[in-house]
């Protein structure tokens, strides 16, 4: 039920910014990815192979209004730890379906981290959605090179470097207008 009241504020605060975005010029370039999903344990489909033994589910909400002005929430909740991992958005790149999404960590660390999502259709439909692994980046992380040299400020190309697990249920809608 806690899954199902989430998604509906992240619809209503989509269409409360749509709306009030559409009234301005700075509406233009707005990009979204929302939406619940949850994972079950597996491997990474393509990329570097990654293996996680957990069911998480993803909660998502990230929105670009315009070129760098991007909010949201992200939370990953690890169904065998009970750990919930949470961070406010602050970059967001759409390309295509796919996403980036990068932040910082409010809980349990202050740590940037980054989610890649690819969304493959209307729900119901026979590709599930893909999220990559959800990465964190302390202080001389091997990986940050790797990243834009502002992230968390700017996210890198919505391509995941990590491969995308497979959804189990659950739906993650990117777009762009």
């Not at 010029?25 to 990815?33: E, F, G, L, R």
């Not at 990474?44 to 996680?52: A, F, K, N, P, V």
């Not at 690819?118 to 439909?125: E, K, Y």
């Not at 001389?140 to 391509?159: I, K, Q, V």
Request: glycine share 12%; charged share 15%; aromatic share 10%.
């Amino acid at each position: 039920m806690k899954i199902l009241l989430s998604l509906a504020a992240g619809v209503a605060l989509l269409a409360v910014a749509g709306f009030a975005g559409s009234a301005s010029q700075a509406a233009q370039n707005q990009v979204y990815a929302f939406g619940v999903s949850t994972q079950s344990p597996g491997c990474t489909e393509d990329g570097q192979q990654y293996c996680l033994p957990f069911t998480y589910t993803y909660r998502v909400l990230a929105v670009e209004h315009g070129e760098g002005h991007a909010w949201g929430l992200v939370s990953r909740f690890n169904h065998d730890t009970g750990v919930t991992r949470e961070g406010q958005v602050t970059c967001v790149t759409v390309v295509d379906g796919k996403a980036a999404i990068g932040g910082i960590e409010t809980a349990p660390s202050g740590d940037p981290f980054l989610l890649y999502v690819q969304d493959r259709g209307l729900p119901g439909s026979s590709l599930s959605e893909r999220v990559g692994p959800y990465a964190i980046f302390p202080p001389g992380d091997p990986d940050l090179p790797r990243l834009p040299s502002d992230f968390p400020r700017t996210c890198p190309s919505p391509d995941s470097i990590y491969g995308y697990f497979p959804q189990a249920s659950g739906d993650i809608t990117v777009t762009s207008d």
